[in-house]
């Protein structure tokens, strides 16, 4: 049985895959001598594109696609008839195969009529700065050119425009790619004079000026230009039952969602299988597999999501590298998700490694989530039901609010275990964080939204499920939830954040506090605390807040009676595995008071808790039995090696 399979409601996740009976194969080779789109397809006489290729399949049809770098947005024209009746597109396995949404430019020339001079009185020294000019080619650019569209979509509703800068999102969604990275945009020409590696594109879209590190010359480079909103994507909705595997796309111009529109697209279609792909550098979204947009016309009985997502790197998304709206019975597992939002859109409201809307009966396990700027590795977006979150490593969470959030669930439960959740910096203005001189700020238990950063944070979401995680280095608290009665009206959006589990989790050097319970209507036991400094336990309400150690947390809450203190070390080794190990360096206190504490000194004495029937396993798989350790290890001999993703 595969224990990292079963849903909260303790149903196994219902994999629909099924072998596939393919009855024609269609070859593409673009770096065939003979190819033409004109041919029948064969492997003697192969097609040029794999739009011809789309052009022509059926149900039953698999295309395979020879190495090479293909500037071409693949637009599949139908669907499979089932699950073992697909439309498969996949790498032949001889080499790379690249959909790369940029064209190679040349006939460069020097900037002419533009002052990089900032202004009167404000000289600069721009002698030695080479900034270079390229017109646009309108053969180039078929019906969409991405110079001339802003980053935003049309919808703007969400966005605070007192809390935002709209630089990045008036920004253009074209970019100037040298030697396969991005030039970074600016908004003024005069900019350009500022920073190497920066572009600026006229205010009709017709002409870009760039400046290239070290002021080279672009003729000593590949420098290329988006054409293309997307790599991917069927120009009709709802077709299904399509796969996509070990293709790499590049330089998809998309726009900020919503609508989310993304490299690899299935268009609001369902159970589409991609794998194995490689998705780089989208402006925007990576991969979309939802409804893409909330004002499209309802339609009764249409499927939305029962899509898989596996084994898939998708690095430097500029907002969302996974998106879904309405998407259900989503499986997304063993992808690596990196460099999210470049862009710094977090403001409105669509950022994130994975952002999906309304999730139920979905399985996210076994992902690598790192690096994300100003965003949440994982959100999932009011009305989730019967999710598992599990297996996974939530790393690396730049100027970030939060890793997970689960957002406005007011039914069913949600169950996240045996992730590993490490460093998660908070997203705020230092600036506007109070002084507090001597002990001022030591009796204050409510901080205002000048500081964050919580591992886990549950914003109205009722019966959440926080289990065997280890939730380490967060900048505010491990687990923070408020309610949001304001939502609970004709929308039912809302929730009270009541009856949450927390259970046999460990809680690692978090900056403020382990967990923050909303009432004293959650529950809390087995975890293990380690590290953790002062008042780390907290309800809010009903007034006056409490800010209670552990021996406290039991004698007036009933929390934790089989909760532990620890004061050791878990820390990563240079080639990223865990070591759990006694620290050199004792806590500061009393020595009474850290009698009362009981801190743990040496992790092997950890005591065993209760093991949870939601989690018969650890993040390896290994059974924990009937009692267990905390956290998600059900060992700590040796190095603990992490997931590394595909």
Not at 564 to 585: K, M
Request: glycine residues 10%; charged residues 25%.
């Amino acid at each position: 049985m595969d224990r990292s399979a079963i849903l909260p409601d303790g149903r196994s996740f219902d994999f629909w895959e099924r072998p596939c009976a393919f009855d024609r194969e269609l070859i593409v080779d673009g770096n065939a001598p003979n190819a033409s789109d004109a041919n029948d397809g064969t492997a003697a006489a192969p097609l040029k594109t794999i739009g011809a290729a789309a052009r022509r399949a059926e149900p039953g049809t698999r295309v395979r696609i020879r190495a090479g770098l293909y500037r071409e947005c693949v637009r599949p024209v139908r669907g499979g008839d089932g699950p073992d009746r697909m439309i498969a597109y996949e790498a032949y396995g001889d080499g790379p195969v690249i959909l790369r949404a940029s064209e190679r430019v040349s006939d460069f020339a020097p900037s002419t009529g533009w002052r990089l001079q900032p202004g009167p009185g404000r000289a600069r020294d721009v002698s030695g700065v080479r900034v270079w000019q390229y017109a646009l080619d309108p053969e180039l650019f078929r019906g969409y050119n991405p110079f001339c569209a802003v980053n935003i979509l049309h919808d703007r509703l969400f966005i605070e425009y007192d809390k935002t800068d709209m630089t990045p999102y008036l920004n253009r969604r074209g970019c100037v790619f040298c030697d396969g990275r991005p030039l970074r945009q600016v908004p003024l020409y005069c900019r350009l004079a500022e920073e190497e590696g920066t572009y600026w594109v006229e205010h009709n879209g017709q002409r870009v000026h760039f400046r290239l590190p070290g002021d080279d010359s672009p003729d000593r480079h590949v420098i290329e230009v988006t054409v293309r909103e997307q790599c991917f994507a069927p120009e009709v909705p709802f077709l299904s039952y399509i796969r996509v595997s070990g293709l790499i796309c590049e330089h998809a111009a998309t726009g900020a969602p919503v609508p989310q529109r993304g490299a690899i697209s299935c268009y609001r279609g369902h159970h589409w299988i991609i794998e194995d792909c490689e998705v780089n550098w989208s402006n925007g979204v990576g991969i979309d597999v939802g409804n893409e947009c909330w004002h499209h016309e309802p339609i009764e009985g249409q499927l939305i999501g029962y899509s898989v997502v596996r084994r898939c790197t998708v690095r430097d998304a500029g907002v969302c590298g996974i998106a879904g709206l309405f998407a259900a019975h989503m499986l997304i597992e063993d992808n690596l998700i990196q460099g999210t939002n470049w862009q710094r859109m977090e403001l409105s409201w669509e950022a994130g490694g994975i952002k999906l809307h309304h999730s139920v009966d979905g399985l996210i396990r076994r992902n690598v989530i790192r690096d994300t700027l100003r965003a949440d590795h994982l959100w999932l977006d009011c009305g989730n039901e019967n999710n598992r979150i599990t297996g996974n490593l939530f790393l690396n969470g730049i100027e970030q609010r939060e890793a997970i959030f689960i957002e406005c669930t007011r039914d069913g439960v949600n169950l996240i275990d045996n992730n590993v959740i490490w460093g998660v910096e908070g997203r705020f203005d230092p600036a506007r964080v109070p002084e507090e001189p001597g002990s001022s700020g030591w009796y204050k238990l409510r901080e205002g939204e000048a500081v964050n950063g919580y591992g886990v944070y549950g914003e109205g979401t009722d019966r959440l499920v926080i289990a065997h995680n280890l939730i380490a280095r967060c900048r505010h608290s491990g687990y923070y939830a408020k309610p949001v009665p304001f939502r609970m009206g004709h929308a039912d959006r809302g929730g009270t954040s009541r009856r949450a589990r927390v259970l046999n989790n460990i809680f690692y050097d978090c900056g403020e506090a382990a967990i923050v319970f909303p009432t004293a209507d959650n529950a809390a036991e087995g975890n293990l605390y380690v590290r953790m400094r002062g008042g780390y336990l907290r309800v809010m309400y009903p007034e006056p807040e409490v800010c209670l150690n552990l021996p406290a947390w039991r004698e007036f809450c009933g929390f934790d009676l089989t909760g532990q203190n620890g004061w050791f070390d878990i820390e990563p080794d240079e080639g990223g595995a865990l070591r759990i190990r006694e620290s050199a360096y004792a806590p500061i206190g009393l020595p009474a008071q850290l009698r009362r504490l009981a801190l743990i000194r040496d992790p092997k004495q950890v005591a065993p808790v209760a093991a949870l029937p939601e989690v018969p396993a650890d993040l390896f798989g290994a059974e924990r039995g009937d009692a267990t350790l905390p956290g998600p290890f059900a060992t700590w001999d040796g190095a603990l090696s992490l997931p590394k993703g595909p």
